[in-house]
């Protein structure tokens, strides 16, 4: 099904790369629009973990400087029976978490400054599980692919509206770049719809209830998920939020926009489903 889902992301970005290139330069934008969205669906499949860890401004991190994260990765992940993902440190005093690549052997796992100041080592273990999940769940890829095709289409819209403003080219250009100002318009909850589409807030779910299993206890999650929740009133992430679906909790909550475009379930649901967790 992700398979499917990153094929129905490359087509729609290249449909709206290509619609985006007829209303600025007629038959040869489409064209030179056609050239990129190939190029860059190409890119996406190879790159787009490394591009989700630039748009969040994440470092990678060596054991010495975060050795209990380290600790707690390598033992959950020996239990997983998956590769040891690379560790990267985001610069945010919000806690929180992501994990990001195309697949197992070239996935990511990030955490902020926050979240190691904020949690509990317990609540940490049930955080890093859950990531670590997204990963054995095979979910890594989708949302890496929409985080970088919602950026790069954000990109384009600030792009072409600075050309709309300064009215770069000749008269028929310019009554071309209406079409495209009217585009942009609309790309930016285009963008965000995009993710929302391609990212199923039952996977959520399903990372939550797979991570308590893999620690073989539902509280940590539980509890470190209820922190969270509380801990988004420290303001708004400073990333894209293209990015936002890849994060434990939407680190963009406190945006009233945001909030029409939601990519993770309610927190209250995710705590009380996993406290009705049984785990043998």
Partial sequence: MNTLKTWILMGFLTVILVIIGQFVGGPRGMLVFLI???????????GSGTMAIAMTRSRPVTEAEVPEVYR????LSQKAHLPMPEIYLTPSAQPNAFATGRNAAHAKVAVTDGILRYLSTRELSGVLA???SHIKNHDIL?????????????????????AVLFGFGGRDERDNN???????????????????????????????????????????????????????????????????????VNPFKGQSLMKLFSTHPSTQERVRRLRAMRIR
């Fill in 142 to 162: 989708i949302g890496s692919m929409a985080a970088m095709m919602a950026g790069i289409i954000t990109y384009i819209a600030n792009a072409l509206q600075w």
């Fill in 130 to 132: 859950h990531e670590l």
């Fill in 72 to 75: 707690i990765v390598r033992q």
């Fill in 36 to 46: 990129i969205g190939i190029a860059m669906n190409f890119f996406g499949y190879w």
């Fill in 178 to 248: 209406v079409f495209a100002e009217i585009a942009m318009m609309i790309l930016a909850p285009i963008a965000a719809t995009l993710v929302q589409m391609a990212i199923s807030r039952s996977r959520e779910f399903k990372a939550d209830a797979s991570g308590a299993r893999l620690l073989g206890d539902s509280a940590p999650l539980a509890d470190a998920l209820e922190q969270l929740e509380s801990s988004t009133q420290i303001g708004p992430m400073q990333a894209n939020p293209a990015t936002s679906h890849l994060f434990i």
